[in-house]
């Protein structure tokens, strides 16, 4: 695997800042985008798997993530972070790319989908829903704000590490997760945070989206259930849904090889 770090110009809203992007494999670029409060470490197995002989594998830190630097946003929009992405395939040179998201990786890359579709070759959606937060979500996220600038990020990798990994995850893994939780800085987490409670519903996308598309499921996650990644299977013209067994909300982790398996699978017949 190797780092680059790719510059993201200024715009009206924006400060310029620095993307770091982890590379491993060949072929045509992919560029996967991980979930909150996350970063590229995430996709370590898959970035190792047999997907990087089918691939270019790029792995981005979202700004303020793992070895990207937060720039002082109050917000991080998806729109914001799809554009990082776009500036990501600039810099790489690539005209599309293939683009997998989970969680919150998803709902940029459905924003990708919607602002930039030439750029977009298939999207593989991970636990994620095409849906807006309703109230009671958008409640959460104002609690969880509350909760890490009075308490901090070990409350935060508290609350969400029996939800994000099934029952009965290894020690190791959950250590790896909560190491990632507790290394995202308080304002990524909050500027996170706002993002996903405002962000657009692309339910009424979903029919318009003319690439091979991929939903992958975890069968036992309480955040995005198997129900919501039907849904965008369902609502996709060309889309399919697959259920992970044994895994929750993190089946690149949890369950890498079935993923790599899934992925491989559609990115050769799409
Ligand atoms: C994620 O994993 O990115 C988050 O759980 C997304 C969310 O809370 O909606």
Redesign the pocket.
Known sequence: MSTTTILVPADGQHAATTLAVHTAGRGPLALLL?????DHRMWLDVLRSPLAEQRTLVAIDLRGHGSSPAPGDAAHTMERFAADAIAVLDALGGGRADVVG??????VALALAAQFPQRVRSLVLA???AAA?GDA?KAG?DAAIRTVLEQGRGAIAQA?LG??LAKDADAVLAARVRTMIESTPVETIVADLRG?RDRRDHTALLPRLSMPTLAIAGEHDP??PPADLQAIANGVPSGRCVVVPAAA??VPMEQPAAFAQHVGAFWARS
């Not at 991980?34 to 996350?38: A, E, I, K, N």
């Open positions: 991980h979930g909150y409060p996350l989970l969680s919150m990786g998803g709902y636990n994620t829903r937060d979500a996220r969400m939800k994000l996903l955040i995005t909300h993190l």
